[in-house]
Each structure stands twice: as C-alpha cells, then as structure tokens.
C-alpha cells in the first residue's frame, strides 16, 4: 500500500499548509483561532481573526493552491504532449502574451489594476496561442518540433514588443509591470477565484478522462495512432487547455515562473507518471509549495511583501538541484 | 465434432477469404513514388514476413497497412471490409503495431506500458477491471518479465523492451499483428527469442526482417521488395534463391537447406561485390 501512503502524506500536508497559510502572516494568529474562525464559531468574540482568515487570507490562499495546481498540471500536460522534460508554460510563448497584454492596457489604455489588468493578461496568452496553433496545430508530421521552435520564437517575439513598449513609456510603469511580471497574491478575492477554480477542475477531469491516452503520447505518436489515439487533435486540445490553465493564473497572480517545470519533475521522484493518482499527486504538491511559498513572501521581510516569482525560482531550484544530487548518490550506489 | 467443424471451416476462410488483402497500392511521398503497385494476401493464422535492402519500402508498406500513411492508389482489406471504412477505435481492436524502436520517454511502468494495450477497450473514465488486470498479468508472464512489472521501461535491455511491447499487443487481443523490424539491434539470442516469441501467439502476424535466415526458419509466406516493388511472394523454399538474392540484396549465396527446419537457409560469399571490393582498395592505398 506504498501509493495509499504517499495520498495519504500529501493530504495531511495539504492540511497542514492550508491551515499554516491562513495562521501565519504580519498578524499572527494561532491554529486555535483559525479554527475557530474557519468554522464560524467567534464571528463576534474574535471579529478580527475572523476577518483576517476570510477576507484576506482564504481567498489569498486558494488562489495560492489553485495557481500552483494550475501552473504544475500546465506543465505536465505540456511536458506529456512534447515529450520534452524541458516544456513549461513559458517555454510556449503564454506568459510573455500575457506581459505584452498587461503592457498594451497600462501604457496605452492607462488601466492600472484590477479585473481589466486581468481580462488583458487573459486576452495577450491566448493571442500568443492562437498564433502558435496557427504556426503549428495543423502540420500533421513533427507537429512536436514545430510547437517548441514556433512556441520559443513567439515567446521572444512578445518579450521584443513589451520591451519595445516599456521603452516607451514612464517609469512608473516600468515599475509596475516588472512588479506584475515577478508574481503576487495580493489581488486575490472572492469574486474573481471562481474562473481559475473552474478551469483547474475542469482540466484534472479532462485529463482523468484521457489520462491512458496521455499516457501512449509518451511512447511516441506512431505507437499512438496504432492504439486509436487521434494524437494530432488531442496534443492541440490539451495545448488549448494548458494555455487557458496559464492565462486564467497568470492573469490573476503575473508571472510565476519555474513551478510548472518544477512540481512535475519533483513528483515523478516520487511516484511513476503512468497512473491517475499521479496526476491527483501533481496538482497537489503544486498547490501546496505554491503555499508555502506565499508564506514566505509575506514573512521574509518585515511589512512587506516579497514578489512569488521571486521565491518559486530561487527555491524551486535549490530545491531541484538537491533532488539531481541525491538520485545521482543513489544510482552511484 | 465441434472443433473439426471449426477447423473445415477455418481452412475454407483461409484459402477463400484471407484475413488481410491488399491490391494495386501505390503512395507516393511528395513526388517520390516509394511504392509502386503493390499486391498480395494474408491468410488467416499465417506469419508473412518481409525482405528487402534498406529503403525499399518495407516501412512504408506496413504504415500504410497501419493506416499511419494513406496510399494514393490501391485498396487494402481486412476481413473483405476496407481498412479506410473503420473508426481509428475499431482498427486498434483488430490490428496491434510493435515499431522498431520506442523514444525515450519518463518514467512509466511495465505495466503501464504494457496496459496501454487496453486504451481501443476502454471508455473515458472507466478503470481498469478485475479481468483487465488479470490479462495483463498473464500477457506479462507470458513475455518472461513478472519479477519487472513495476520496473521503469526506460531501465530496461532492448531485448526486454520488445517483449513488454508484444504483451501491450497481447492486451490489445488483434487478430493481426505488425512488427516493423522489431529485432534489428538486438542480439541474436533475443531476435530468436522475439520472434519466436510473436509466433507462438497463434495470430496473423506480418513482420519485416533484416535477417533472411530467421525469416525462412519462422516464416509461412515472404514478400520481397525491391525500390518498392514486389519482387517475389511466396514459400521461403519459392523465394528464396541464389538468383533473387543477387538481383534483390546485391549479395553472392549460396542456398542450401537448414538441417533443423529444411527451409532454405543462406550462405553469403565474401568479396564478391565488385563495387565494394574497388572501394576498398582505395582505402588501403
């Protein structure tokens, strides 16, 4: 019951990181109060940790959970559907569509924040996509190699504009699209969690459904097709898909690079790619260290708060580098 | 009386209605013509295998009988139905591939690999049922590799890589089997050993060799091709001759039975190529 272990360890974590995430911050509260407050129980004696944890914290941290999810089952998809360990969500040109779209509404439409910042984010991803399917979605043979060169080549292209742009314009907004690009959760609230929740659900459930196809994918697309997979449609499905994972959490949150390289790579450490649970496993520990890293940027510094990108790449990667270094200890012995 | 039923009427399809048919097929990659004209038939229960030097379309016959290319002219059947008129699910309940050689890819099981026969079966969210583990299970002790079920396939020999993909085809449950050169790069014992292997499933199978020994010791019918015509069909001790070797392969033989199988068996003469023998020289001086 190795596996059962493992679900189970994660889970308690998740638990464990979900209530840390709502207890620790510039106001300290105690897991007895946060208890207290997630089921309602001092909405009078104890106003201020009430409020603390469900206007400010718990949309905060689902946000947290969903992006890290989002962005470690984005990169698994693409990972999958490339059969490149180097694919991420970056390597394809969506997050530089969403800078260029934040760009294009601050600079030229004076829009500062909020939900329309986010709309033009959502709007500059799918565009980058849009033209990468059009490069590549159709060419029936090499359509891997063609999406990674089209994907990287977008991906300048769209750094080139948004450079181009903030060359342009007024250092105040040159500061604040290199804040958006580094990655915060502080414009979480309720109201906008539900489309990204959505998108995350929906996609595990899609890829539950194609989840043995995913798997002939790896194999080559020659094996594939002999199996039945209609490989071509279901890599340009599951690249939409991962997109719309990345726009509806880069929109919300800015750039946050390295997780959806990372959280995969970590998780196959662990437990074979073959099977359902791993996907479940995934998105789990991509929530989870999506959590605690804004744990971090919240207690780092003293009123103030460090930027996520910030953290996902300098600990991710220590991180990782470890992990290289103890496998290859491993397979020395 | 059953079963001899069952085995008149077996023999009748196998003379009458062949399970795999291809007439006058042609494909042409850009303006190439690779395959010209092609045609033949697969009875039932047979093991067909094919010969031909490097690009002379032995890949490019068995995509097209694995509907991974499309033929311009021509018609291929399978049990009289045309392959074209089957959904991609329906083909894959029939027809399983092993390929030459797999990429490299992360880190799925054996019995991942081996369960993905399972994928024209299966609907979207089902999981995998009692009886399709069980099948699974056997289809791996079958192959030899029950200590390796749970065992990276990227850790494994070539040798051992081509076994788990004849379980996936055993999984699949076709009734016709394609192996493109699935023994080239391995060693002896295990070219042997695979397509014996493949064999003793009792399926139709068609598969293309490198060696021609091994093809005449296994095989029922062999088609030789040459620049992506059908040079010859028939019984190895039909094909396989000194004249066709020559004109076909470029080599010089010498055809004599195998003591063990009495199919033909090759003997190659050395330095016999003249163009070969001119290069050489060129080399040492």
Redesign the interface.
């Known amino acids: 019951m190795r596996s059962f272990t493992l679900i189970a360890v994660v889970l308690l974590a998740l638990v464990v990181s979900f209530i840390s995430a709502l207890a620790i911050g510039a106001a300290d509260l105690s897991f007895y109060q946060v208890l207290l407050s997630i089921i309602g129980m001092n909405e009078h004696s104890g106003q201020f940790a009430h409020s603390i944890v469900w206007q400010l914290r718990m949309p905060r941290s689902i946000l947290a959970f969903i992006a890290g999810s989002g962005l470690a089952m984005a990169g698994l998809i693409l990972?999958?559907i490339t059969?490149n360990?180097l694919a991420d969500p970056y390597l394809f040109g969506i997050s530089s569509g969403a800078s260029f779209g934040v760009v294009v509404a601050m600079t030229m439409a004076g829009i500062g924040l909020g939900f329309y910042l986010s709309f033009a984010a959502f709007v500059g991803s799918l565009l980058a996509i849009g033209l990468l399917l059009l490069i590549s979605g159709f060419s029936r043979q090499q359509q891997v190699e063609s999406m990674l060169l089209a994907g990287v080549a977008l991906s300048f292209l769209f750094s080139s504009f948004t450079s181009l742009m903030l060359y342009w314009s007024d250092p105040q907004a040159v500061t604040a699209i290199l804040f958006w690009t580094l990655g915060s959760f502080s414009r979480a609230q309720w109201d906008l969690l539900w489309f990204p929740c959505l998108v995350v659900l929906s996609c595990l459930a899609f890829m539950?459904?194609?989840q043995?196809?995913l798997?002939?994918i790896?194999?080559?697309d020659?094996?594939a097709?002999?199996?039945?997979?209609?490989v071509n449609k279901l890599r340009v499905i599951m690249l939409l898909l991962s997109s719309l994972l990345t726009a509806s959490i880069v929109a919300l949150c800015g750039g946050i690079g390295f997780v959806g390289l990372m959280i995969p790579h970590i998780v196959?450490f662990f437990i074979?790619?073959?099977?359902r649970k791993s996907l479940v496993v995934t998105a789990l520990v991509g929530g989870i260290f999506m959590l605690w890293v804004d744990i971090a940027s919240r207690v780092i510094l003293d009123n103030q708060e460090l930027p996520i990108g910030i953290i996902t790449a300098a600990v991710g990667s220590l991180f990782f580098l470890t992990l290289l270094y103890v496998r290859k200890q491993k397979s020395v012995i | 009386m059953c079963k001899r039923s069952e085995l008149l009427v077996s023999t009748t399809n196998k003379i009458n209605h062949p399970l795999l048919s291809v007439s006058n097929l042609s494909w042409y990659a850009g303006n190439t013509q690779i395959l010209s004209d092609i045609s033949f038939q697969v009875p039932v229960g047979s093991f067909t295998g094919m010969l031909g030097p490097n690009g002379a379309g032995k890949s490019s016959l068995l995509r097209c009988l694995y509907r991974y290319i499309s033929p311009e002219n021509g018609q291929i059947t399978f049990n009289n139905q045309d392959i074209r008129s089957l959904s991609n699910q329906e083909f894959a309940r029939n027809v399983a591939v092993v390929l030459q050689h797999t990429p490299q890819q992360f880190n799925l099981s054996v019995f991942d690999v081996v369960a993905l026969g399972l994928i024209p079966h299966k609907t979207m969210f089902s999981n995998n049922s009692k009886d399709d583990l069980a099948l699974i299970k056997t289809a791996i002790e079958q192959v030899g590799l029950s200590d390796k079920t749970q065992v990276d396939f990227e850790t494994l020999s070539g040798g051992e890589k081509q076994r788990v993909m004849i379980a996936r085809a055993i999984v699949q449950r076709p009734q016709l089997l394609l192996m493109d050169e699935p023994t080239s790069h391995l060693d002896v014992k295990y070219q042997i050993q695979i397509m014996e292997l493949a064999k003793s499933l009792g399926i139709t199978i068609i598969a293309s060799f490198h060696d021609i020994n091994l093809a005449s010791a296994l095989c029922d019918q062999l088609l030789v091709l040459k620049k992506g015509n059908l040079q010859a069909v028939g019984q190895p001790k039909e094909v396989i001759t000194e004249v066709m070797l020559s004109n076909v392969f470029d080599v010089c033989t010498k055809v004599s039975q195998h003591p063990q199988h009495h199919a033909p068996h090759v003997t190659y003469f050395y330095g016999y190529n003249s163009s070969d023998r001119a290069a050489n020289q060129g080399d040492d001086k």
Do not use: I
């Open positions: 990972q999958t059969r360990p539950f459904a194609k043995r196809q798997n002939a790896l194999l080559g020659e094996g097709v002999t199996l039945g997979v209609n196959r074979g790619q073959g099977s």
